[in-house]
């Protein structure tokens, strides 16, 4: 019961600061909720779908991730592996690396 | 005046100026002063400073900008005469002292009012066929960078945009940020020959890099002492034959030497990031741009 005392309080407080603070505020007319543009219109609404171009970033993701998420059970088997176990993180870093170098080619780590 | 709004009226009154034909170089040199701040938004400001001749196609224009400063705010007309910085430091004062300000001069609808049709009030049928307060969504258009259809943005900025020269109104297609399609529907306001002056130049460029500290150092007559600034302008923006690119232009500029003519400078902007649009047209002098908008208008 006390609990629920509180959250209604609380509740009523938040609801009663909201309110008062709407209220002395100035309330916005529609030319200052349009969007600015220094005085222009615009035809369509500022929504808009546009594409982030994430593929090069996945691709240079999956080579570095790939890579941590192999080195940690095989730091493990370095141990009692030796040699045999360095070769063939050898082998997998090459073929990442194939990747990562693809990457470069195509422009992943210059900013656009 | 309550201990607060005598603590507020200390501080830099935020002004937005609105400059007119040849009023270029002295809003400039003004606003170099500690006791202003310019506003980059209307919202951001509580004073408008009006100066130099407005051309009566761009009322309706000024009018909005007005209306966009918020309650209570006031608006000041400045010819070139003395004491205009006491003039806007005793508006603000005023305002912080509780006066009322000036009213709106547009009416207070919404350009484009509810339509209450749809599923959702959007005032259409489908997801993207609706217009929405009477205005429609973007539609999708090929992408000047790999084809995608990806949505257009089309609106009308100026004449009294801050990254923008005064008096220019582009209308541009955006996708994302960058800039798709772009035609100059009236080119910017004539300026005195003092406009053209290296110093301000370079330090529109500082302003648009955001530094308006240096900028202002260097309309004060002193180094900017920008340690960077040139290299925070991509190499190759606004390439011109016989004039450089804009960190060329820029480095001139400090050096004390005017670029020269403009042309071509509004082909080079299609591909650009709004950013960079609007740097790569600070990098001209006012009178070389306004040639070269006339050519294009």
């Given at each position: 019961?006390?609990?629920?005392?509180?959250?209604?309080?609380?509740?009523?407080?938040?609801?009663?600061?909201?309110?008062?603070l709407?209220?002395?505020?100035?309330?916005?007319?529609?030319?200052?909720?349009?969007?600015?543009?220094?005085?222009?219109?615009?035809?369509?609404?500022?929504?808009?779908?546009?594409?982030?171009r994430?593929?090069?970033?996945?691709?240079l993701?999956?080579?570095?991730?790939?890579?941590?998420?192999f080195?940690?059970?095989?730091?493990?088997v370095?141990?009692?592996?030796?040699?045999?176990?360095?070769?063939?993180?050898?082998?997998?870093?090459?073929?990442?690396?194939?990747?990562?170098?693809?990457?470069?080619?195509?422009?992943?780590?210059?900013?656009? | 005046?309550?201990?607060l709004?005598?603590?507020?009226?200390?501080?830099?009154?935020?002004?937005?100026?609105v400059?007119?034909?040849g009023?270029q170089?002295?809003?400039?040199?003004?606003?170099?002063?500690?006791?202003?701040e310019r506003?980059?938004?209307?919202?951001?400001?509580?004073?408008?400073?009006?100066s130099g001749?407005?051309?009566?196609?761009?009322?309706e224009?000024?009018?909005?900008?007005?209306?966009?400063?918020?309650?209570?705010?006031?608006?000041?007309?400045w010819e070139?005469?003395?004491?205009?910085?006491?003039?806007?430091l005793?508006?603000?004062?005023t305002?912080?002292?509780?006066?009322?300000?000036?009213?709106?001069?547009?009416?207070?609808?919404?350009?484009?009012?509810?339509?209450g049709?749809?599923?959702?009030?959007?005032g259409?049928?489908?997801m993207?066929?609706?217009?929405?307060?009477?205005?429609?969504?973007?539609?999708?258009?090929?992408?000047?960078?790999d084809?995608?259809?990806?949505?257009?943005?089309?609106?009308?900025?100026?004449?009294?945009?801050?990254?923008?020269?005064?008096?220019?109104?582009?209308e541009?297609?955006?996708?994302?940020?960058?800039?798709?399609?772009?035609?100059?529907?009236?080119?910017?306001?004539?300026q005195p020959e003092?406009a053209?002056?290296?110093?301000?130049?370079?330090?529109?460029?500082?302003r648009l890099?955001g530094?308006?500290?240096?900028?202002d150092?260097?309309?004060?007559?002193?180094?900017?002492?920008?340690?960077?600034a040139?290299?925070?302008?991509?190499?190759?923006?606004?390439?011109?034959?016989?004039?450089?690119?804009?960190r060329?232009?820029?480095?001139?500029?400090l050096?004390?030497r005017n670029?020269?003519?403009?042309?071509?400078?509004?082909?080079?902007?299609?591909?650009?990031?709004w950013?960079?649009?609007?740097?790569?047209?600070?990098?001209v002098t006012?009178?070389?741009?306004?040639?070269?908008?006339l050519?294009?208008?």
């Open positions: 019961m006390a609990t629920l005392l509180v959250i209604a309080f609380w509740t009523a407080a938040s609801v009663a600061l909201a309110l008062a709407s209220r002395l505020q100035n309330r916005t007319s529609a030319p200052q909720a349009a969007p600015f543009l220094g005085g222009g219109t615009p035809d369509t609404h500022a929504w808009q779908r546009y594409h982030f994430a593929y090069t970033m996945t691709l993701f999956i080579a570095f991730e790939m890579e941590m998420m080195m940690y059970p095989w730091a493990v370095f141990v009692s592996e030796g040699l045999k176990a360095m070769a063939e993180m050898g082998m997998f870093l090459t073929i990442l690396a194939v990747g990562i170098l693809y990457g470069w080619r195509e422009g992943v780590f210059r900013w656009e | 005046m309550s201990w709004a005598r603590l507020a009226a200390g501080a830099p009154a935020p002004v937005y100026p400059i007119g034909e009023a170089p002295r809003v400039e040199r003004l606003f170099a002063s500690a006791a202003l506003a980059q938004s209307p919202r951001a400001a509580a004073l408008l400073l009006v001749n407005i051309p009566e196609a761009h009322r224009a000024l009018d909005r900008v007005h209306d966009q400063v918020p309650r209570p705010r006031l608006g000041l007309h070139g005469d003395d004491g205009i910085e006491e003039r806007l005793d508006a603000w004062r305002l912080c002292a509780g006066a009322t300000g000036d009213a709106d001069r547009l009416p207070d609808e919404p350009p484009n009012p509810w339509e049709e749809g599923d959702f009030g959007q259409g049928e489908g993207m066929g609706g217009v929405p307060y009477g205005r429609p969504m973007a539609m999708t258009g090929e992408d000047v960078r084809g995608l259809e990806l949505d257009r943005y089309t609106a009308r900025v100026g004449p009294f945009a801050p990254m923008l020269p005064p008096g220019l109104v582009l541009v297609t955006l996708q994302g940020d960058v800039i798709v399609a772009c035609d100059v529907l009236s080119p910017p306001y004539p003092d053209d002056d290296p110093a301000l130049c370079a330090a529109r460029m500082l890099l530094l308006p500290g240096p900028a150092r260097l309309i004060r007559g002193g180094a900017a002492h920008a340690i960077g040139r290299r925070a302008i991509p190499r190759g923006l606004g390439r011109l034959e016989n004039a450089g690119d804009a060329m232009r820029f480095a001139d500029a050096r004390g670029g020269g003519a403009a042309d071509g400078i509004f082909d080079t902007l299609i591909g650009l990031e950013s960079e649009a609007a740097l790569a047209l600070a990098s006012p009178s070389a741009l306004r040639q070269a908008a050519e294009v208008a």
